[in-house]
């Protein structure tokens, strides 16, 4: 029966994954998880690695493409607005590039973070302090109901100011969702990872506090603690070590984005230049830059300073 429950909870149908699969499956199809379970553990997959050749060809393709339509167009309402445009995609393809590389290189080392921290979930499980990743599941929903409508909110906003068609402007914008696609992956690890310091943290506190008054061995001891907390930290190393290159693309695109979207907004109303179609795009666009940049802090702080 003991064998039979830690196959039960292992693998695909641990209460972690079931409850961030939604993600798992967008991480995907944007070829940014090419991993598959095997006898319960997280390997390489071959069959989804091509997942991320194919968008390989596809990102260059429609970035090209983009590239060259909208710098020959003559309905931009100012040049500079169409050579930062054209360097913000320029960027922008080099950072989601530059994920799709990572992914495939860092594909053994994320399944073992992975099958680490289900390693741990199971220890935790056997003694009696099994996590239910209700919290896990409601944020996993957020985070894709309010992408959804996010990117929806700046595919119709971009059509309307630059007067593109649906498919030449989402051709462009499915670039920038695979480069949030990876943000939203790499800080889903860390937050997992946080909420496992967090219950270990919350355990040696409830023991610390049960044998002041209670003069009785606690399940976890002192050195079981340390053992568990030495082994979540060697997996943040893992992960730090994964993403180093990574996180500092990511800052430097998002916040170049977001300097130039602020900066032409409050150019033209400082000037009395008011475009409502093309500022309701670019302040759309500085929320999704912004949002990327909080969760990517918010996450690396939280795990931090558990």
């Excluded at 995907?28 to 091509?50: C, H, I, Q, W």
């Excluded at 607005?81 to 922008?92: C, I, R, W």
Aim: hydrophobic share 45%.
């Amino acid at each position: 029966m003991r064998r039979l429950k830690k196959t039960q909870y292992c693998g695909s149908n641990s209460p972690l994954y079931t409850s961030i699969c939604p993600i798992v499956y967008a991480a995907r199809m944007f070829g940014l998880a090419p991993y598959e379970f095997k006898d319960n553990k997280l390997v390489p997959s071959d069959t989804y690695v091509t997942f991320t050749f194919f968008w390989f060809i596809v990102y260059t393709y429609f970035i090209w493409g983009y590239l060259e339509g909208f710098t020959s167009s003559e309905q931009n309402k100012k040049a500079t607005l169409t050579y930062t445009e054209s360097a913000k995609t320029v960027s922008n393809y080099i950072v989601a590039i530059t994920d799709l590389i990572v992914c495939m290189v860092t594909r053994k080392q994320i399944a073992w973070i992975w099958n680490k921290i289900q390693d741990y979930d199971q220890a935790m499980r056997d003694l009696g302090y099994a996590r239910t990743e209700k919290k896990a599941r409601m944020l996993t929903w957020i985070i894709i109901g309010f992408n959804i409508v996010l990117w929806a909110l700046i595919n119709n906003l971009g059509m309307t100011a630059f007067n593109e068609s649906f498919l030449y402007n989402a051709s462009y914008l499915i670039v920038y969702v695979g480069a949030a696609t990876a943000v939203t992956k790499f800080s889903g690890l860390v937050l997992i990872l946080g909420q496992r310091f967090k219950q270990l943290n919350e355990i040696a506190k409830s023991n610390i506090y049960k044998t002041r008054w209670i003069h009785a061995d606690p399940m976890i001891d002192d050195k079981l603690v340390d053992c568990f907390h030495s082994e979540l930290t060697t997996i943040g190393k893992k992960l730090n070590y994964a993403y180093r290159w990574s996180l500092i693309l990511w800052l430097g695109n998002l916040s170049f984005h977001s300097v130039c979207c602020s900066y032409f907004v409050m150019d033209w109303v400082l000037q009395g230049n008011i475009y409502p179609d093309l500022i309701n795009c670019l302040l759309a666009w500085f929320a999704s830059t912004v949002t990327q940049l909080f969760l990517i802090d918010y996450s690396c702080h939280y795990t931090s300073s558990e």
